[in-house]
């Protein structure tokens, strides 16, 4: 069983930084794309940024300049540092990775941590 598990959320000023962190464990025999999704109040889960296992990273026009997406694969971790917050980066922020486990080598699952909330006040 894979689990992923956030941190980092907060409240915080606009203008302000914040770095959220997701790990994975469990049976990992390895973990392809890592992403990091947002969702705004009353609104649908958006992308943010991925990051492949070559360390190449996509960002959404949006946070581009502002959001860095990282991984420390030693630690199957990645993480979303964010600066220049604005009050439209509220939302609920959830990790997702694409892992292969151990027991089923065949099989790529995309795997969701459980969100960690991000409020920025104005």
């Known amino acids: 069983q894979v689990q992923l598990v956030e941190s980092g959320g907060g409240l915080v000023q606009a203008g302000g930084s914040l770095r959220l962190s997701c790990a994975a464990s469990?049976?990992?025999?390895?973990?392809?794309?890592m992403s990091w999704f947002r969702q705004p109040p009353g609104k649908e889960r958006e992308l943010v940024a991925t990051i492949t296992s070559g360390d190449k990273a996509d960002y959404a026009d949006s946070v581009k300049g502002r959001f860095t997406i990282s991984r420390d694969n030693a630690k199957n971790t990645v993480y979303l540092e964010m600066n220049s917050l604005k009050p439209e980066d509220t939302a609920v922020y959830y990790c997702n990775a694409l892992i292969i486990e151990l027991q089923q080598l065949l099989t790529t699952r995309s795997c969701w941590g459980q969100g960690t909330q991000v409020t920025v006040s104005s």
């Open positions: 469990g049976s990992i025999f390895s973990i392809n794309d």
